[in-house]
């Protein structure tokens, strides 16, 4: 239920309840002056309202109306026996006559009453005064004519007060308090109710906002209720679970921008050193003859490569990792871009001796969406670290190119060592390298396949290998063909 709503609904009762409790007020005090409830439509409904007349008040009518036109018959004891018998018939209702200060007649029931306890003459009041005679507790209405002989005369029409008017009147204190109770305690029900539906969410959203504000991130906000303060408490936590992540996520940043500082760091050193080696060696003259000061500068200049080789892959892992590399994307026939780049790579290692094999599925189709230089680095990538890595005599690499449901499937395999299956997952992270799983010293930046996967990724590609040891290695990666691109 929402908060508009119980506000709503609480607000109505706190209306009706107190209007409820004036109706029933209103009933208990004319209960205490009309005696029957039966009769208190007489007093709050006005006359047009009272489409049917009973057949006692029809009867107080004709009464009235003989007591203008022939007043003498209220004086014949037999004819007021008659009209105290229907009153009798009508609910228990008893004729009492009064002539001057005398009653004239009165039922054997009401003997007990005492004509100074009966209204004195007037025209005045319609609503019927409720009193106690003789342990007896009656409802007196009144009419008021003269005799013949112009003496004063009244008819009394007595009534017994019901049971429910006898208890009304004893307890209507003791009802008119409990009335009173209950309207404070539903009132305050109500308001501790909606109180403590709002307040209480609203001190846990203070509590955990004085948590969060610590950089306290571990304690969770109960969601209690689908309300508009349920609502801003899962907002609340859903928050928290961000801002729990983001940190989290930094603190990863952080860690690995000490790990990449320290793995620079390392790297740079290595081939800086090797390069002022030899400067110094070349300087201070242990090169002593032309063979031996070129041999020297081949190696600082074989180093300077390596060197700038590694900037540039830092370089490049830099911004791909900052999401700063711009990408040119275009329709790329992949099978015809594959072609081309096995012509160039056989051309390029002819001198390595390295046997280089092809095979594409044609039945496939290849055309994608990518960037050509980006791709043709994942490729080299993959290549230089295979080639690394080969320790036979006769290095071999094989290409396979086909199509699975959606995707386009690139596959390269070598006859190198292989990796332990353990060391398979980490070839891709940066700075990995695969000397411990390969058993061997290579070098490099350990940046070469995790550039690659970072550029498959941004192609909504994957990149994977298998391997066992001893039994060479595939890189595999697939990229979307071009009709699948959203």
Same mark, same amino acid.
């Given at each position: 239920?929402?908060?508009?709503?119980?506000?709503?609904? $609480?607000?109505?009762?706190?209306?009706?309840? !107190?209007?409820?409790?004036?109706?029933? $007020?209103?009933?208990?005090?004319?209960?205490?002056?009309?005696?029957?409830?039966?009769?208190?439509?007489?007093?709050?409904?006005?006359?047009?309202?009272?489409?049917?007349? $009973? *057949?006692?008040?029809?009867?107080?009518?004709?009464?009235?109306? *003989?007591?203008?036109?022939?007043?003498?018959?209220?004086?014949?004891?037999?004819?007021?026996?008659?009209?105290?018998?229907?009153?009798?018939?009508?609910?228990?209702?008893?004729?009492?006559?009064?002539?001057?200060?005398?009653?004239?007649?009165?039922?054997?029931?009401?003997?007990?009453?005492? @004509?100074?306890?009966?209204?004195?003459?007037?025209?005045?009041?319609?609503?019927? !005064?409720? *009193?106690?005679?003789?342990?007896?507790?009656?409802?007196?209405?009144?009419?008021?004519?003269?005799y013949p002989d112009g003496s004063q005369g009244s008819l009394f029409f007595v009534t017994d007060a019901s049971s429910f008017a006898k208890f009304v009147r004893s307890s209507f204190p003791i009802l008119f308090i409990v009335l009173i109770v209950i309207l404070i305690v539903?009132?305050?029900?109500?308001?501790?109710?909606?109180?403590?539906?709002?307040?209480?969410?609203?001190?846990?959203?203070?509590?955990?906002?004085?948590?969060?504000?610590?950089?306290?991130?571990? =304690?969770?906000?109960?969601?209690?209720?689908?309300?508009?303060?349920?609502?801003?408490?899962?907002?609340?936590?859903?928050?928290?679970?961000?801002?729990?992540?983001?940190?989290?996520?930094?603190?990863?940043?952080?860690?690995?921008?000490?790990?990449?500082?320290?793995?620079?760091?390392?790297?740079?050193?290595?081939?800086?050193?090797?390069?002022?080696?030899?400067?110094?060696?070349?300087?201070?003259? @242990?090169?002593?003859?032309?063979?031996?000061?070129?041999?020297?500068?081949?190696t600082i200049h074989s180093k300077s490569i390596d060197l700038d080789h590694m900037i540039d892959e830092l370089f490049l892992y830099s911004k791909l990792d900052l999401q700063s590399l711009p990408f040119h994307f275009e329709t790329i026939h992949f099978d015809h871009y =594959?072609?081309?780049?096995?012509? *160039?790579?056989?051309?390029?290692?002819?001198?390595?001796?390295?046997?280089?094999?092809?095979?594409?599925?044609?039945?496939?189709?290849?055309?994608?969406?990518?960037?050509?230089?980006?791709?043709?680095?994942?490729?080299?990538?993959?290549?230089?670290?295979?080639?690394?890595?080969?320790?036979?005599?006769?290095?071999?690499? $094989?290409?396979?190119?086909?199509?699975?449901?959606?995707? @386009?499937?690139?596959?390269?395999?070598?006859?190198?060592?292989?990796?332990?299956?353990?060391?398979?997952?980490?070839?891709?992270?940066?700075?990995?390298?695969?000397?411990?799983?390969?058993?061997?010293?290579?070098?490099?930046?350990?940046?070469?396949?995790?550039?690659?996967?970072?550029?498959?990724?941004?192609?909504?590609?994957?990149i994977w290998a298998e391997s066992q040891h001893g039994k060479g290695t595939t890189i595999l990666f697939t990229l979307k063909k071009a009709g699948e691109e959203k």
């Open positions: 239920m929402s908060i508009r709503l119980r506000l709503l609904l $609480s607000y109505l009762a706190m209306i009706l309840v !107190p209007i409820l409790f004036v109706v029933l $007020s209103g009933l208990l005090v004319a209960l205490l002056f009309r005696g029957d409830i039966k009769e208190l439509r007489n007093i709050y409904l006005p006359p047009e309202h009272h489409h049917h007349i $009973s *057949e006692k008040n029809q009867l107080y009518i004709d009464l009235h109306k *003989e007591t203008m036109k022939n007043s003498g018959k209220f004086l014949d004891q037999t004819y007021l026996k008659k009209i105290n018998g229907q009153l009798n018939k009508m609910g228990g209702n008893s004729l009492v006559v009064r002539k001057g200060d005398k009653i004239i007649y009165l039922p054997a029931k009401l003997k007990g009453l005492d @004509v100074e306890e009966l209204p004195q003459f007037g025209l005045f009041g319609e609503v019927d !005064p409720v *009193e106690q005679i003789d342990h007896q507790v009656i409802s007196i209405k009144k009419l008021d004519f003269f539903t009132n305050g029900l109500l308001t501790y109710y909606v109180s403590r539906s709002i307040i209480r969410p609203i001190r846990a959203l203070q509590k955990a906002a004085k948590h969060i504000k610590e950089g306290d991130l571990t =304690l969770p906000i109960p969601v209690t209720s689908k309300d508009e303060i349920g609502q801003l408490a899962q907002g609340f936590e859903e928050m928290r679970v961000r801002l729990k992540e983001s940190i989290e996520k930094q603190l990863a940043y952080e860690e690995n921008r000490k790990e990449l500082i320290a793995n620079i760091s390392h790297d740079l050193k290595t081939p800086i050193t090797t390069i002022k080696g030899y400067v110094e060696g070349i300087r201070d003259g @242990v090169a002593n003859s032309p063979e031996k000061i070129d041999r020297y500068i081949q =594959l072609q081309d780049f096995v012509e *160039e790579l056989r051309f390029d290692l002819e001198e390595m001796k390295v046997e280089i094999n092809l095979n594409i599925d044609k039945n496939g189709d290849y055309l994608i969406i990518g960037d050509r230089e980006h791709l043709k680095r994942v490729i080299t990538n993959i290549v230089d670290n295979s080639l690394k890595y080969i320790d036979k005599p006769n290095k071999e690499l $094989s290409f396979y190119l086909s199509t699975v449901d959606s995707f @386009v499937l690139f596959k390269m395999n070598d006859n190198g060592p292989g990796i332990s299956e353990e060391n398979i997952p980490m070839i891709f992270d940066r700075f990995y390298r695969a000397d411990m799983a390969r058993g061997t010293e290579k070098g490099g930046s350990g940046l070469g396949l995790s550039i690659a996967k970072r550029i498959i990724e941004e192609h909504h590609g994957s």
